[in-house]
């Protein structure tokens, strides 16, 4: 999995295979788990290599995502109910047969989502885009 953070537009672009993105999804719905990133040679468009995605379960309200600069980690904290909603969606882009992506973002009354949370684009293990 390659998860890049790109500071001047305040989010994180997540990549991987399918497998990778179900790992990502269990320790989701685990509300706990360390998954390893890895850096790669394609070029990162100005974005930061983050090492880690690190889940903690907390009691929220919601579930912030946010980047810790010391450890190179993006760090997902949330209740179980956010942790849960947020699983459902890295688990379908996982299942997607054809390239895309998909934008995690808050919006007042967001329904899982914290306020001060960063935007995250999940791409499919396909490619951010679709080929059709």
Known sequence: MRVLFFPNEGGVDVSGGA???VV???ALVAGE???????????SFG??????VQVVGNSGPGV???????????????DRQGLTALADNVRSIAEMDDGGHQHIEYFPGHYYL???????????????????
């Not at 788990?33 to 070029?43: D, I, K, L």
């Not at 914290?114 to 059709?132: C, D, E, I, K, Q």
């Open 19 to 21: 497998a990778e993105l």
């Open 24 to 26: 990502l999804a269990l």
């Open 33 to 43: 788990g360390c998954v390893e990133a890895t850096a790669s040679a394609e070029p």
């Open 47 to 52: 974005g930061t290599e983050l090492a880690s």
């Open 64 to 78: 912030r995502i946010r980047v810790d600069l010391e450890h190179r980690g993006l760090l997902i904290e949330g």
């Open 114 to 132: 914290a306020a001060g949370s960063l935007a995250m684009v999940v791409n499919s293990p396909h490619g951010g885009m679709p080929t059709r």
